[in-house]
């Protein structure tokens, strides 16, 4: 820290992304990207948006008309972010503060505390319960914006349309922020329950299922009060937040609807056969509905996994709070990725041997 740095942020931890190392080639199952390459209308696309002497859209009107044809909204109801962190940082800007401090799990994205933290938004932990599962209940009535991601990371762990209207339901005078990161592959979205409450923001990304997380695109769905808030902290901080590469493929990524469906039906599928392959080998998997599995095992601790399979040029996610020490979390790659990894795991089990 230099002694220039503000003292009103000398405490702040920032978040830690999954490594990204560039020493040599690895499998890279640790960051939750996807294995497949954008659909092709997409590079080209990218390609052929050429005017960058000029500002992007701060609008963004194009890719927010394409996104509300798709999800059946009007255009009002949609905005786009920098990814969908930024959309996070907007939403807790306009959302939290003392008399509506934030509550999510103990266990879920890292990036929620240290967004809190860096806006000073007071913020309290719901435990997740003894099989990693959100209780719907502990939300009832919260006393403030309650931030679900649903599937939940790292858990993978969905709940389902009604357990999140009954969160809904019991929080009338609080916003719900449901962060459907990973829905695509397997949950179930809140979009249906956007006419019925005012108090719904959905949060939703490129990255993962649209293989975007380099073009940094994200989106909020809600009503449109709350989305002119957003718009608000958007005018506030970046108006031209969306480059125009990113909204051009953006638009095209939407268009190849078809292409995208095969990539999540390939990954549930990689994602059953590995999660099989785990049990075989004697871990504990819990049910995940994303791109991901979230696993440990008695013969081998999530750290040692980790480092072992490093070594083998093999990166997994491990995490160090308390709770989930003993877990790896493994991004589903293709189906022939998945083939090295199982074999990666049985080595290094036999090795200890
Ligand atoms: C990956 C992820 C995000 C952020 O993704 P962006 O790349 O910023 O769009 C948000 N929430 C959860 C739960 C995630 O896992």
């Given at each position: 820290?230099?002694r220039?740095?503000t003292?009103?942020?000398?405490k702040?931890?920032?978040?830690?992304?999954?490594?990204?190392p560039?020493d040599?080639?690895?499998?890279?199952l640790?960051?939750?990207e996807?294995?497949?390459?954008?659909?092709?209308?997409?590079?080209?696309?990218?390609?052929?948006?050429?005017?960058?002497?000029?500002y992007?859209?701060?609008?963004s009107?194009k890719?927010?008309?394409?996104l509300?044809?798709?999800?059946?909204?009007n255009?009002?109801?949609v905005m786009v972010?920098?990814?969908?962190?930024e959309?996070l940082?907007?939403?807790?800007?306009a959302?939290?503060?003392?008399?509506?401090?934030?509550?999510?799990?103990?266990?879920?994205y890292?990036?929620?505390?240290?967004l809190?933290?860096?806006?000073r938004?007071?913020?309290?932990?719901?435990?997740?319960?003894?099989?990693?599962?959100i209780?719907?209940?502990?939300?009832y009535?919260?006393?403030g914006?309650?931030?679900i991601?649903?599937?939940n990371?790292?858990t993978g762990?969905?709940?389902?349309?009604?357990?999140i209207?009954?969160?809904?339901?019991?929080?009338?005078d609080?916003v719900?922020?449901?962060?459907e990161?990973?829905?695509?592959?397997?949950g179930q979205?809140?979009?249906?329950l956007?006419?019925?409450?005012?108090?719904l923001?959905?949060?939703?990304?490129?990255?993962?299922s649209?293989?975007?997380?380099?073009?940094r695109?994200?989106?909020a769905?809600g009503?449109?009060d709350?989305?002119?808030?957003?718009?608000?902290i958007?005018?506030?901080?970046?108006?031209?937040?969306v480059n125009?590469?990113t909204?051009?493929?953006?638009?095209?990524?939407?268009?190849?609807?078809?292409?995208?469906?095969?990539?999540c039906?390939?990954?549930?599928?990689?994602?059953?056969?590995?999660?099989?392959?785990?049990?075989?080998?004697?871990?504990?998997?819990?049910?995940s509905?994303?791109?991901?599995?979230?696993?440990?095992s008695?013969?081998?601790?999530g750290?040692?996994?980790?480092?072992?399979?490093k070594?083998?040029g093999?990166?997994i996610?491990?995490?160090?709070?308390e709770?989930?020490?003993?877990y790896?979390?493994?991004?589903i790659?293709t189906a022939?990725?998945m083939?090295t990894f199982?074999?990666?795991?049985?080595?290094?089990l036999?090795?200890k041997?």
């Open positions: 820290m230099s220039f740095f003292d009103r942020l000398s702040l931890t920032p978040y830690v992304p999954g490594e990204q560039q040599r080639k690895y499998l890279k640790n960051t939750n996807s294995p497949f390459p954008p659909a092709p209308e997409v590079l080209k696309a990218v390609e052929e948006e050429r005017r960058l002497q000029l992007s859209d701060p609008e009107l890719l927010r008309q394409t509300a044809g798709r999800y059946g909204l255009t009002d109801q972010t920098n990814g969908s962190d959309a940082t907007f939403a807790f800007m959302f939290g503060d003392d008399d509506a401090p934030l509550v999510y799990p103990d266990i879920t890292g990036f929620y505390p240290v809190a933290d860096l806006l938004i007071p913020s309290r932990t719901v435990p997740l319960d003894g099989d990693f599962r209780r719907p209940e502990d939300y009535d919260a006393k914006t309650v931030v991601a649903n599937p990371a790292p762990i969905a709940l389902d349309l009604g357990e209207e009954s969160i809904l339901r019991r929080n009338r609080h719900v922020l449901v962060d990161a990973y829905v695509d592959f397997g979205s809140a979009l249906p956007l006419e019925k409450y005012e108090n923001l959905i949060i939703q990304t490129f990255s993962k649209r293989s975007m997380a380099g073009a695109l994200g989106f769905m009503g449109e709350l989305i002119r808030d957003l718009k608000t958007q005018y506030s901080t970046n108006p031209y937040n125009r590469m909204s051009a493929a953006g638009i095209a990524a939407i268009e190849a609807q078809a292409y995208y469906d095969e990539c039906a390939k990954i549930r599928q990689s994602r059953a056969w590995t999660k099989e392959r785990l049990e075989e080998l004697g871990f504990a998997v819990l049910p509905s994303t791109n991901f599995l979230f696993a440990r008695d013969r081998i601790g750290e040692e996994l980790y480092l072992a399979m070594e083998k093999i990166l996610r491990h995490f160090t709070a709770r989930i020490k003993d790896n979390r493994i991004t790659g022939e990725q083939e199982v074999n990666g795991v049985r080595e290094c036999e090795e041997q």
